[in-house]
């Protein structure tokens, strides 16, 4: 089973700054990896899959990139709603089951 | 507009069984696959299992084998989810969420709004 590893655990970035976090799968799963976005209270947003694709009225300032085993979310202007903790999760291996334990945006 | 609604929170005894629902809307029961997820107080999301509504054909977490089983009935287009054997470590908010994809590799574009299942005495 592919284990994903988010870093950090916590982040904390003042409005306006860039935040930019990392997912490290244990084995190659080329560009099949998604974020999600959870904010306090709520169900996970998608945010990006294909490793880079926004998904549909995602803001610009989301962006994604990465392949293979290493992977990058980047937050180019941080907003105070940007406060959430962020997943990422593989499915080019079965099960799809693989979330990284997230990393928690705290707004500075 | 791809909306999944599911049922209300509860609260069952310890060594009971609970039953969550999803509906969908759209075309997500002919096209889709529909999984569940939890998580539990102050942690991630742990997958459970998934369905493939048009097949009926359900597989689940190993971790989860033998205690969950997921349903769909498409005449309704609402999948459910029923756990048996529930400790307090089952305690969590419960998700249903569609999968994009193929029906073995899919990420989760949709999701419904959780249902928090509680157990206690």
């Known amino acids: 089973e592919i284990v994903m590893t988010q870093s950090p655990a916590t982040l904390s970035v003042s409005p306006g700054e860039r935040a930019t976090f990392s997912c490290r799968a244990s084995q190659s799963v080329r560009s099949n990896l998604a974020w999600y976005q959870q904010k306090p209270g709520q169900a996970p947003r998608l945010l990006i899959y294909g490793a880079s694709t926004r998904a549909t009225g995602i803001p610009a300032r989301f962006s994604g990139s990465g392949s293979g085993t290493e992977f990058t979310l980047t937050i180019s202007s941080l907003q105070s709603e940007d406060l959430a903790v962020y997943y990422c999760?593989?499915?080019?291996?079965?099960?799809?089951?693989?979330f990284g334990q997230g990393t928690k945006v705290e707004i500075k | 507009q791809v909306q999944l609604v599911q049922s209300g929170a509860q609260v069952k005894k310890p060594g009971s069984s609970v039953k969550v629902s999803c509906k969908a809307s759209?075309?997500?029961?002919?096209?889709?696959?529909i999984s569940w997820v939890r998580q539990a107080p102050g942690q991630g999301l742990e997958w459970m299992g998934r369905?493939?509504?048009?097949?009926?054909?359900?597989t689940y977490a190993q971790e989860f084998q033998g205690r969950v089983t997921i349903t769909a009935d498409k005449s309704t287009s609402t999948a459910y989810m029923e756990l048996s054997s529930l400790g307090s470590e089952d305690t969590a908010v419960y998700y249903c969420?569609?999968?994009?994809?193929?029906?073995?590799?899919?990420?989760?574009?949709?999701w419904g709004q959780g249902t928090l299942v509680t157990v206690s005495t």
């Open positions: 969420a569609r999968g994009f994809g193929n029906w073995n590799l899919f990420y989760f574009d949709y």
């Open positions: 999760q593989q499915y080019n291996n079965w099960p799809p089951k693989t």
């Open positions: 369905i493939i509504p048009v097949l009926g054909i359900a």
């Open positions: 759209g075309d997500t029961f002919n096209s889709y696959t």
